[in-house]
């Protein structure tokens, strides 16, 4: 696996941690950003950068086109 492909990921993953950083100086942290509704704190733990609940994740997840 190239450099590139391994890195690729990872910089996601520190977009959307940053990302997370910024909701939770904003006060939005735990809000998803597409329903508005609480995202529950088991979800938080197991994924603390997840923007979404688990129902609009699953939502987007079967929008999805396949690769």
Excluded: F, H, M
Aim: net charge positive; glycine share 8%.
């Amino acid at each position: 696996v190239g450099l590139v492909a391994w890195r690729a990921p990872r910089l996601r993953r520190l977009g959307r941690i940053e990302t997370a950083l910024e909701r939770i100086n904003e006060g939005s942290y735990g809000v998803c950003v597409q329903c508005e509704g609480v995202i529950p704190k088991a979800r938080l733990n197991a994924i603390p950068y997840t923007p979404v609940c688990i129902k609009c994740a699953e939502s987007r997840d079967q929008r999805a086109p396949l690769d």
